[in-house]
Structures are given as structure tokens and as C-alpha cells.
């Protein structure tokens, strides 16, 4: 799932859907795994903070409002191992073993 959550319409805690549909996709041993561009918490840059509003406006972006700590909420609610990092601007995770 690299680079698809911040093009997904509305929310982060809208977005949690695509977790719960994937989840019982998944085996046993397979791990769920991706990137996303964070939103305007996120220490951007003043280029990035310009392209953020171009591309949110345009709605080729949705993630104003996407936080490193919300991803983390939804993620441990459906799994049980959650890895996650922040590098610059990007939520890196992984995720595997679905909570019963």
C-alpha cells in the first residue's frame, strides 16, 4: 500500500475501511505493509507545504488532516504487530497478525 493512503478521500479515521476489508485477506504469516505522505503536522518544507495545498485542492490529495498517531490507532485496532517509523514527511508501517 505505498503512497495510496494520502489519495484516498476524507479522513485518516475514514480510511481505517481499506484496513478492515484487507485484514482477513491476508494468511496467517502476511504482513500488510506501506507509505504515506502525512499531513500539514508533519514537518514540511515550504515546497512540499505549496504542493500539499495544490494537490488537496485539486483532490488528488486528501490528507490535510493525516497523522502519524491516528494511522498507529487504526492499525493496532485491527493487528496485533504494528511497525511503524516516520522518515521526513512519510508514515512508513507494517503490520501483520490480525486481532480476534
Avoid: W
Avoid at 17 to 24: D, K, S
Avoid at 26 to 45: C, K, P, R, Y
Amino acid at each position: 500500500m505505498s503512497y495510496l493512503l494520502h489519495c484516498l478521500p476524507g479522513p485518516v479515521c475514514n480510511k481505517a475501511i481499506l484496513f478492515e476489508n484487507l485484514a482477513p485477506l491476508l494468511s496467517d504469516t502476511g504482513v500488510l505493509f506501506g507509505s504515506t505522505i502525512l499531513g500539514a503536522e508533519a514537518d514540511h518544507n515550504r515546497l512540499s507545504r505549496q504542493l500539499m495545498r495544490i494537490y488537496n485542492g485539486k483532490g488528488v490529495f486528501s490528507n490535510e488532516d493525516d497523522r502519524f498517531e491516528d494511522l498507529k490507532a487504526i492499525l493496532t485496532r485491527q493487528f496485533q504487530n504494528v511497525r511503524m517509523e516516520q522518515q521526513g514527511v512519510v508514515a512508513l508501517f507494517s503490520a501483520s497478525v490480525l486481532r480476534k
